[in-house]
């Protein structure tokens, strides 16, 4: 099951420019997280967000959530030709197997300089 | 480098065949995630253990087990391999018992597994 979509499937934007990816999700959560994957790459964490807090920033990136429309949404300023990748939302799903972590089919993120 | 080791890189097997992948968590980290990635799947979690025992399950085939040993290293298991089960392997780990704790998840390189 997925549980995060994103939105796009994919972008090109040139360098410096603004990049912005959308996240929906289906049931209540804890928690949103956002990955990055550089091709054929571990995933790597960049951001989280609690279910109470409404934005966050982190560096070049700001993330959002909206718990009421269940979406979340990246946004990456003055984009580099180094942030080209596939970006993740994760949120919290419990299932009856446990609480596992579930990953959107993502966004891939193509910066030309 | 995110601490987690995964072996090995690369695997090229054949149908029926049966292969180990290996995953060497953060120190520290009593937890071990493993996930598939293909390209019409997506990224799918497969299971957890958190020291030694099974926390959860995901969509992992009644082919593929995975354990985790008292060092805290694991292995998953997949037999019977179909020309399907070509996939990225991922394993990850964090210190926390819960996925979602918000506890950071660190991802190994991954193991490419090609049936042929």
């Known amino acids: 099951s997925q549980q995060g979509e994103e939105d796009p499937q994919a972008l090109s934007i040139q360098e410096g420019e603004n990049a912005t990816m959308n996240c929906s999700y289906k049931?209540?959560?804890?928690?949103l997280q956002w990955y990055r994957q550089n091709s054929g790459r571990g995933l790597v964490h960049l951001i989280l967000i609690r279910s109470n807090e409404r934005e966050k920033h982190s560096g070049r990136l700001r993330v959002t959530l909206d718990t009421s429309k269940k979406s979340s949404s990246l946004l990456i300023t003055a984009s580099r030709a180094a942030d080209t990748a596939s970006y993740f939302c994760?949120?919290?799903?419990?299932?009856?197997?446990?609480?596992?972590?579930?990953f959107g089919a993502g966004t891939i993120l193509r910066v030309k300089s | 480098d995110s601490g987690v080791t995964q072996t090995p890189k690369h695997l090229i097997t054949a149908t029926g065949q049966r292969v180990t992948l290996r995953c060497s968590p953060r120190s520290g980290d009593l937890s071990v995630y493993w996930y598939q990635q293909s390209l019409d799947q997506g990224l799918q979690f497969l299971i957890q253990y958190y020291n030694g025992e099974e926390r959860a399950k995901g969509n992992i085939l009644e082919r593929f087990s995975a354990q985790q040993f008292p060092d805290l290293h694991s292995e998953l298991n997949l037999s019977s391999l179909e020309l399907g089960d070509s996939a990225l392997y991922f394993c990850?780990?964090?210190?926390?018992?819960?996925?979602?704790?918000?506890?950071?998840?660190?991802f190994g390189e991954g193991s490419w597994l090609t049936v042929v």
């Open positions: 990850a780990s964090s210190i926390s018992r819960r996925a979602t704790s918000g506890n950071t998840i660190y």
């Open positions: 049931t209540s959560i804890n928690n």
């Open positions: 994760a949120t919290d799903e419990l299932g009856e197997y446990g609480n596992k972590l579930v």
